[in-house]
């Protein structure tokens, strides 16, 4: 998809094959690489086409820059009052980035560069395998703003790790360093910034020597994948979505922002 940035000619996500493997970057490296419209629309999109592209058997998902991988929603956009999804539809689909409900059959490596809060965990826990630098950051600090997790890290963190642990997480929102989220299981590997997508395309080089097919069939075994959908997953998304819509009721959904904004300590009702 050739979209382009707002004040460049590059597109926001680039695209680059070797071989059977799809490297997606995403490019917006001055916002940190979160994610508007037209990101999300060309992420999505570029998902779709590697899932009906019988060349591609491996997609790698990147992002531009040394300091964040993926700062998830770009919350400038939303102040400006413009919305962060490519259409209703599209979100309805995919949700965020077009990606962390996007059900495709060809594995998925995340190549995590570095900070990956909030969105941006929350699209490695999508993901079926993921490398991390050595700088990298993972969390879900929307508690400490009083928002919530919203893109599948209240329920994706409990299933991918022992409850205690990814309670935790979720209720402190604290930070994670690489190191750390590979000794939970959350990363495969944790290597230097300038071997990041070198090691990536290492991982996916052993998983391209099997046959694609099979390796399509163990994913959607393995995850319950059924056409473009997990049905497992639909009663999770489906409660997410009530306790947002209730969340964004509350004063202190109002305040966390209005306070990080302000660079204050937040002042908590509790209503």
């Not at 770009?74 to 209703?88: C, V």
């Not at 999770?236 to 306790?243: A, P, V």
Request: hydrophobic share 40%; with cysteine.
């Amino acid at each position: 998809m050739e979209s382009q940035t707002e004040s460049t000619s590059e597109p926001v996500l680039l695209q680059e094959r070797h071989g059977h493997k799809l490297v997606l970057t995403l490019n917006r490296p001055a916002a940190m690489n979160a994610m508007n419209a037209e990101l999300s629309g060309a992420l999505g999109d570029a998902l779709e086409e590697a899932e009906h592209d019988p060349s591609v058997w491996v997609i790698i998902l990147t992002g531009a820059g040394d300091r964040s991988f993926c700062a998830g929603v770009d919350l400038k956009a939303t102040a400006r009052g413009e919305s962060t999804h490519a259409s209703q539809e599209a979100f309805d689909k995919w949700h965020f980035g077009g990606f962390v409900k996007h059900v495709v059959s060809k594995p998925i490596i995340a190549a995590v560069n570095g900070f990956a809060l909030g969105g941006g965990t929350e699209i490695a826990l999508a993901s079926d395998l993921v490398v991390a630098a050595d700088t990298a950051t993972f969390g879900l600090p929307e508690v400490k703003r009083g928002l919530l997790a919203g893109a599948g890290g209240t329920f994706r963190l409990p299933q991918q790790l022992p409850k205690k642990i990814a309670m935790e997480i979720l209720l402190t929102g604290d930070p994670l360093s690489a190191e750390r989220a590979r000794d939970l299981g959350l990363v495969n590997r944790v290597v230097t910034r300038a071997r990041l997508v070198e090691a990536a395309l290492e991982l996916a080089d052993r998983i391209c020597v099997n046959a694609p097919l099979s390796v399509q069939a163990t994913k959607r075994m393995a995850l319950g994948i059924d056409g473009d959908w997990i049905a497992a997953d639909e009663e999770h998304w489906e409660r997410s979505k009530r306790e947002f819509a209730e969340l964004r009721k509350t004063a202190d959904y109002r305040e966390g922002p209005r306070a990080f904004a302000e660079k204050r300590e937040p002042n908590w009702q509790g209503q």
